[in-house]
Nanobody, 124 residues
Framework: QVQLVESGGGLVQAGGFLRLSCAAS????????MGWFRQAPGKEREFVSA????????YYADSVKGRFTLSRDNAKNTVYLQMNSLKPEDTAVYYC?????????????????WGQGTQVTVSS
C-alpha cells in the first residue's frame, strides 16, 4: 500500500507558475511509473507527465511539453511538477499516481494508487 499526497496547487494568472509536489508515505518508494494526470470539470482524466524510475525516462503530453518539467527528490520520496507559462486550459484538479505493473505511462487505468488531487486554477 502506498499513500500519495499532492500539494502546491492554487490560483495563478496566465503566464504564471506553480510547483506541485507528490510525497509518498512509504520509506521505500520505487514504482515502475509515477505519473501526473489532470481532470477538468466535465472532462475525462488526461495524462500530463510521467517518469519511469528505471533509467529516469520522462514523458510529457504534447500540450505541456516545454512548459512543464517533472523531477524527483529520492531522499524525500517526492516528485515535483514544475508548471511554467500556465494557460487557462491548464485549469484542473491534478493527481499523482503510481504504477507497479506492465502497462502504459499515459493510461490512467494502468496506475494502481492515486493521491487526493490538488486544484490548479489559471485565470486570464
Amino acid at each position: 500500500q502506498v499513500q500519495l499526497v499532492e500539494s502546491g496547487g492554487g490560483l495563478v494568472q496566465a503566464g504564471g507558475f506553480l510547483r506541485l509536489s507528490c510525497a509518498a508515505s512509504r520509506r521505500t518508494f520505487s514504482p515502475y511509473y509515477m505519473g501526473w494526470f489532470r481532470q477538468a470539470p466535465g472532462k475525462e482524466r488526461e495524462f500530463v507527465s510521467a517518469i519511469r524510475f528505471s533509467g529516469s525516462s520522462t514523458y510529457y503530453a504534447d500540450s505541456v511539453k516545454g512548459r512543464f518539467t517533472l523531477s524527483r527528490d529520492n531522499a524525500k520520496n517526492t516528485v515535483y511538477l514544475q508548471m511554467n507559462s500556465l494557460k487557462p486550459e491548464d485549469t484542473a484538479v491534478y493527481y499523482c499516481a503510481v504504477s507497479y505493473y506492465s502497462g502504459s505511462y499515459y493510461n490512467p487505468s494502468d496506475y494502481a494508487y492515486w493521491g487526493q488531487g490538488t486544484q490548479v486554477t489559471v485565470s486570464s
